[in-house]
Structures are given as C-alpha cells and as structure tokens.
C-alpha cells in the first residue's frame, strides 16, 4: 500500500494490519502510517533461492517501543510527578548499566512522561463503583443529600477489565510496576470481591474552630500550597480476587510484544481505596489519596500510594470530560441530579452539566424488596470516546442503590462527528491510545444510615483567603541559562554551571551551548556518594545533550560522562516560552517542609533537613510551534512548564521503596506525590 491508501484508513484498521505484521500500535495515526510504510519497505527486501527461485521474506526488525509524549500539553496533576531516573540506564529486564545514555527505560526522565491524571482516570475505571444517593417518602422514589456516617456494604461480580494497545496497557502496568512488568500490548482482568463505601462523620474537635457546630461531621485537610480547610471526606475500599492474562514480551527480541506468547497471573490479591475530601464552601476537590495493593499468587506484593490534589488536569475542557467519564466508578450524589423531583416511570431527562442522559425505567423487586430502574447514559462520551452506560435499582426507603451495573468502553479512535474539536484535540493529547473496557456488577450486603445531612456552601472562621499561603509572585525570577537554585546547603546549581561554563576542555559541547544561545532544560542532582554530582541536560539552537558534572572539591569539576540528544529526544529549544519561576531552594524548603505536607514530611527528611538520598532536580518543557498552536492557547499553555521534583529509592527489610514529588516552580502548588513498593 502506497501512503495515500494507507491515509484513508481508520486508526482502528492501521492497528489490526500492525498486529498482524507484529508491530508496536502505539503513537498517533501518522506514525502508524509511518511503521507501515517501513515495514513494506523491509519486505521488498529478497532473497532468491538458487534451486526454486522461491522468494524468500527477510524477518522484520521489530522497532523499539514508542514512547508517549505529550510535549504540547502539560498536565498538571501526574505529569509533574512520574520523573524517571537520571543516566545510566536500568530497566526490569536488563540490570547492566549503560553509561553513555541519560534515559531508561519507559520515557526520559526529563520530559513530562505519563499523565498521572490518564493514570488515576484508569485506576479508577479498573474498580472503583459507585454509588447514588437515593430516598423515597412511601412509594415515591427521590434523591436526597449524603449524610455523615453512612456506609454501604456490597459484592462486586461479573468484573472485566479489558486493556487493548500499547499504550493503555502501559499505563496499568505503569500503575502497578513491577507487578505488571511481563505483560504488553493487551491485558485483561478478571474480578470479583466485596467493597465498602463511607462519608466520615468527624468530631467538633476535627474542625478548625470546634464552636462550629453546625458543620460536625467535617473534618480538616490540607490543600496543595498546605493550607488547612474544613472537608467532606469520602472513603472507598475493595477488596477482589482477580485473574491477569495477556500477551507478553517476545523471547527472541525483548524490545517486541509477542502476539502468539499468552501471559497469565492467576489468584491474585487486588486491594483498592480511594479517600478524597472536598471542601465545605465551594465544594471544590482539595486532595485525593488512590492506593494500590497487589499481591500475586506466588505471595510477592507490590503497592502504590498516590496523593495528589484539587483537579485532574488544568484544562476546564477536559477536566470536565474526565470527571464525567469516572463519575460512575467513584462516589456520585445523584441529588445533584435530581434534587427533589419524584422519579416515577417513563421520565427522562439529562443532567445539569449536559453530559449525562437519563431514563426512568419499570419497576421491578431487588431481594425481595421494591425497586425502580434508572438508565443513564454519558452523552460525550458516546461522541467522543465510546460508551459509558449505567443501570441501578433503588429501593423505597433507602438512600442508596441496592444494585448497579457499568459499562464503559473507552477508545479515543471511536470519536463522532458529535464531538467538538477542542474536545476531540484534547483527548489525542491526554488519553493513551487504544481501547479500554470495563463492567462489572455491585450488589449491596448492608446499609448503614448516616447521622447530620452534609450541608455544602457554608462559610467558617478560620476559613483561608485565596493568597494564604502562596509564595509571593514579586519572588519569581528570570532565568539566564538554567532555574536559579541559589541553595547554601548543598552543591548548588550555580556552582555546576559555573563548572561548565568555564572549563572549555572538560565540557566541550555543553560549554559552548552554555555560553551561547544555550539553556539546562532539566537538572537532577545525586548526593549519596562522596563527591555530589549534577546531571545537567541542555538545548540549543544547534543540538542538544547531557552531562554529568561531579565535584570532588576545590574550584574544579569533573565531567564523569556525557552524550547528544537526537531526533525525538532533543526537545524544543525556545528561550522565549521560558517562563518566571521561584528558585530551586525556595521551593525544596516547601516541599520538605512539616507545616505546608506533614504526611511527606518523614519520608524525604531527617532531623528536619533534607536526606541525602533525595535528589532534588527540575524539567521544562516546551511545547512545539505547530497547527495546534492556536487552540492551545485556550488552554493557556503555549508558554514553557517547569516542575520542581524530589526522588528518593530506599530499601527496607526485603522490600524496595520509590518516592516522586512534584511541585509546580511558577506558583510553588504541591502537584502531589508517588509512592511503590515491591520486593527487593
């Protein structure tokens, strides 16, 4: 097939004909298209057999797997926190060290790698129900408010989670690394289990001022700048049985997902809880809390423990979109919906934000007991991402639906003519390519009532003003050719630079970008041995690379190894989309500090200072000049980003630790933190 042909094909199609030639399906249509046309490239390649001139196919190569990139878009919640590791290489399948290379394996550390949102967004598909608030006065069916105190009880059955593609596989084996780290391309879940969901019902003296009575039943929490609030905290936990198959890596090239090789997994442990809480006043999300524990049928256990806070990403567009698509996996109050109104047969209606239809179906019993039937239906989803149904059944007299079933099928090549193009462009950017489904069937044990009505919109003493707490924006400053550090503590940045800068002979390449048109697009710092080193990554006009600068001492450095970046991994250079931000220094004392995160606080400090095995470091990214330019703007994000983060792996006992931290550098806002664990 020439170029054009392979243009008028479906996204969907290109991916089967990759399949079947046993190539990697990930990337956007265009390097789709690309693969193919390599690939076809390979095959007129021939030999010819002297005795029967049989033509003879040379084997294909199989390319590397792609790496997703969203270099034009910036989200602010998990692409600030999944940092990779600085040179050398490592990866799960192969420990020797490469010494000449600043990546590993999965994305560049230095770039803004997997959305920690697009993570959460599947975590939470993959088993997170929900539940509605339902009540009813004789045989009339109403929603009414949640209350402090309740708990619901139920069984999950039924449970498939289905991950088709590179890309959508890669961000569940991403979420649960190294757990996952054998399968590719496709991976299916098989679940059952049992669940629990609650509103916390606090004391007076969980508020910030006790003589608040009115508001018992709240509880205090901190936001991302570490200011303290009154909250709604909502709890939900799992606990499954699940069975894992898929396919996995091919045993002649590592590199290449092997389509003929199953993979299974089978009784495994799978423990979920979601805590959020939301503040009082605007209602607004303050911090979100997603633990993951996994534990295989050989008895290895493997966690990860998310904190991360307000909304999923920056974009009002497609936080929205996203909202809505996890509506039916997490806590929803259908009093939002319905207020009021006696939900009787035949009524439909969509709700308030447009996004959701619905349809009041026929009555029925659900264990011997009355029950009506709601059908809802997601409206842009079904335009934009593929379908997203739900069924429950409430039951007279019980706030709670007594049984619920979900049906989401997520696939971003589905899109309608329906969906916008704002819409549209941000899904390309935020969600991974291929296909997601998920179903499942909650059925409730038990129902515990609550005690006070949760109340939103009140105003309290104590309540914080919206600069409380922020670094002063007068404080930001102007970078010359990398983020100020100014640190007196440790080996700063300055004193790197400085290094290169000067030294012509030990640096060659970076010197000269450093004293021209040059910049340090990200830094990372390595503290732990005896001589402290800055793994400083740079751009020019002209080209683009790393290097290690180790200081022993003295006025001098040593550059203990350095390389290019070329083709996609030189980024963007753009001096003039580098924005203000506050100094390196100024930001670590927030991050580490016990007022602002004193859940963080223990585990990256010692004697309040911070530990030595914690690299401190930076990344920018700039979003390249194209087409898109223009609808970005809406987002307010064609300027450079720059986040600040903090990394620390540890082992203890028989188990090993990672921890990444994220913090934006323009207003100091906390981005959140990544914890995981897994056998040593």
């Known amino acids: ?84 590791s600085e040179s050398p290489i490592r990866t799960t399948r192969n420990l020797n060290p490469i010494e000449k290379s600043p ?3 999965g994305v560049q550390w230095y770039k803004d790698g997997t959305a920690i949102a697009t993570i959460l967004v599947v975590v939470l598909l993959a088993g997170v129900g929900g539940w509605w608030y339902l009540s009813n006065q004789s045989s009339d069916y109403q929603a009414a408010p949640s209350r402090y105190g309740e708990d619901l009880r139920f069984t999950v059955s039924n449970g498939l989670l289905l991950a088709d593609g590179d890309e959508m596989v890669g961000m569940l084996r991403d979420a649960i690394s190294p757990g996952l780290d054998d399968v590719c391309d496709e991976l299916k879940i098989e679940f059952d289990g049992t669940g629990s969901s609650s509103i916390t019902n606090g004391e007076l003296s969980d508020l910030i001022n006790p003589s608040d ?61 979601v805590t959020q809480w939301h503040e009082i006043t605007e209602r607004s999300l303050l911090r979100s809390e997603v633990s993951i ?58 709700s308030d934000d447009g996004y959701w239809s619905w349809e009041v179906g026929s009555t029925g019993t659900i264990g011997g007991q009355d029950a009506i039937q709601i059908r809802m239906e997601h409206i842009k989803i079904g335009e934009c991402l593929g379908h997203a149904y739900m069924v429950l059944w409430a039951i007279p007299g019980q706030p709670l639906a007594a049984k619920q079933t979900v049906d989401v099928q997520i696939d971003k090549s589905k899109t309608e003519s329906g969906c916008s193009f704002t819409e549209s462009e941000a899904i390309d950017l935020t969600f991974p390519e291929g296909e ?30 919206s600069s409380d707490g922020k670094p002063s924006t007068t404080q930001r400053v102007s970078w010359a050719n990398h983020m100020p550090d100014n640190s007196s503590i440790r080996f ?20 000269t970008a450093l004293n021209g048109d040059g910049y340090v697009f990200a830094a990372k710092d390595d503290r732990t041995g005896s001589s402290p080193v800055w793994n400083l990554s740079w751009v020019s006009s002209v080209e683009s690379g790393w290097v290690r600068v180790t200081w022993p001492g003295g006025e001098n450095c040593i550059n203990s190894g350095d390389g290019q970046l070329i083709g996609d991994d030189k980024p963007e250079h753009s001096r003039d989309q580098i924005p203000q931000t506050h ?29 030595d095995d914690v690299q401190i470091g930076y990344a920018l990214v700039v ?38 931290v994220g913090m934006d550098a323009e207003n100091g806002r906390m981005a959140g933190w990544l914890l995981t664990s897994s056998p040593a």
């Open 623 to 660: 979003p390249e000049e194209n087409a898109l330019s223009e609808w970005l703007d809406e987002f307010d994000i064609m300027g450079g980003k720059v986040t600040t983060y903090l990394e620390r792996t540890w082992t203890s006992g028989d188990t090993e630790y990672s921890l990444r």
């Open 103 to 105: 990546q590993i394996s």
């Open 436 to 465: 997601f489904v998920v179903r499942y069937t909650l059925e409730q044990t038990s129902f515990k009532s609550g005690e006070e009505l949760v109340i939103w919109q009140q105003y309290y003493d104590g309540r914080p003003d």
């Open 293 to 350: 524990n996994f534990a295989d049928g050989e008895g290895q256990s493997f966690s990860s423990d998310a904190t991360t806070f307000d909304g999923l990403i920056g974009s009002d567009t497609v936080s929205e979109l996203i909202g809505a698509a996890v509506m039916p996996m997490h806590p929803v109050n259908l009093y939002d919906h319905f207020g009021l109104m006696e939900l009787k047969q035949g009524m439909t209606g969509e």
């Open 213 to 273: 009575t009115d508001l018992k039943g709240a509880v205090m929490a901190q936001d991302a700048y570490g200011r303290t609030w009154n909250a709604v905290q909502s709890n939900l936990n799992y606990d499954l049985n699940a069975d894992l198959s898929g396919y996995t890596w091919s045993a002649i090239n590592e590199d290449s997902c092997s389509s003929s090789i199953k993979w299974n997994l089978q009784n495994n442990e799978l423990d979920i809880g």
């Open 583 to 611: 100094r390196l220094s100024q930001l670590e004392s927030r991050m580490v500090s016990s007022t602002y995160y004193p859940n963080l606080h223990p585990q990256i400090t010692t004697n309040g200072d911070i530990r």
């Open 1 to 84: 097939m020439d170029e054009d042909e392979l243009s008028a094909m479906t996204v969907a199609e290109l991916k089967k004909r990759l399949k079947e030639l046993s190539l990697t399906t990930s990337g956007k249509k265009a390097d789709l298209i690309t693969r193919l046309l390599e690939s076809e490239d390979d095959e007129d390649v021939l030999i010819l057999d002297d005795d029967d001139d049989e033509e003879i196919t040379i084997s294909h190569e199989f390319e590397d797997d792609e790496i997703l990139e969203a270099e034009v878009f910036e989200a602010e919640i998990i692409d600030e926190i999944i940092i990779e």
């Open 492 to 511: 700063n940045l300055e004193q790197a630079v400085a290094c290169v800068m000067t030294d012509a002979e030990e640096f060659g390449g970076a010197h």
